[in-house]
């Protein structure tokens, strides 16, 4: 994608009348209308900035991964204080399910890969997984 646009012909505007126009009869060769206020147009490759999708994380409960460890795994994975993983995992254990951070694909997906490797290293059924926001 291409996007034109104008600059300002310095040479002219801080020289003043044009000395390149040799031999052309008093008349300008620069392929203009003659009125010489020159613009030149340019392009340049226009800049795309797009605003990557983002993702949550989100562990679910089970009956058998001890809740200490649940609170390990938000501290460890998560970078949470003490506090906000007892928290978390309270309410995941109250409601099934709850967000642990929101980030872009890759992030995300490393951050539900190690969450699940370090539970079934430990043999804990505990489950994490993303979804789209
Ligand atoms: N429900 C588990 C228990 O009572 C604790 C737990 C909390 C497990 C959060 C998983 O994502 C979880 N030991």
Known sequence: M??????IDTLSATQ?????????GGGSDDGDNG???????????KTKVKKPSLYRVLLLND????????VEVLARFFQMN????????????????GECGIYTYEVAETKVTQVMDHARKNQHP???????K
Do not use: Y
């Open 82 to 97: 003490l506090e906000s993983a007892t928290q978390v995992m309270l309410h995941v254990h109250q409601n099934g399910v």
């Open 126 to 132: 505990l489950q994490c997984v993303m979804e789209k």
């Open 63 to 70: 009956d058998f991964t001890p809740m200490e460890f649940v």
């Open 35 to 45: 009125s010489d206020n020159d613009t030149n147009v340019i392009v340049k490759p």
């Open 2 to 7: 291409w996007e034109a646009i104008e600059l």
């Open 16 to 24: 003043g009348p044009n000395d390149d126009d040799r031999g052309g």
